[in-house]
Nanobody, 124 residues
Framework: VQLQASGGGLVQAGGSLRLSCAAS????????MAWFRQAPGKEREFVVATRWIGGTTLYADSVRGRFTISRDNAKNTVYLQMTSLKPEDTAVYYCAAGRPIISAFQMPSIYIYWGQGTLVTVSS
């Protein structure tokens, strides 16, 4: 399974961006799609995860209410709509696929497949 992330860029604080992550296929081991981010000098941080079927979704507290994940099952693509962006949202954003139980949604080690990352820079 290959994941292709896109949509990053430079935006001013308060602005919006939409990231996309297209999966080459969906398998039994990729029931859940997630976004993580990593800022310079920091550990990879969970952003959001969602299941293809059923739509169970979990957001990190830091983005809840500002970010929205959506799925296009026919295109094997998930989108991350980011609004009210803050400078602290600046990071490389990675999409990931795996089959975690809900309580493990936030654990990057559980995810099997990773995209290449797309840089989001929010200027103040």
């Amino acid at each position: 399974v290959q994941l292709q992330a896109s949509g990053g860029g430079l935006v001013q604080a308060g602005g919006s961006l939409r990231l996309s992550c297209a999966a080459s296929e969906r398998t039994g081991s990729t029931s859940t799609m997630a976004w993580f981010r990593q800022a310079p000098g920091k550990e990879r941080e969970f952003v959001v995860a969602t299941r293809w079927i059923g739509g169970t979704t979990l957001y990190a507290d830091s983005v809840r209410g500002r970010f929205t994940i959506s799925r296009d099952n026919a295109k094997n693509t998930v989108y991350l709509q980011m609004t009210s962006l803050k400078p602290e949202d600046t990071a490389v954003y990675y999409c990931a696929a795996g089959r975690p139980i809900i309580s493990a949604f936030q654990m990057p080690s559980i995810y099997i497949y990773w995209g290449q990352g797309t840089l989001v820079t929010v200027s103040s």
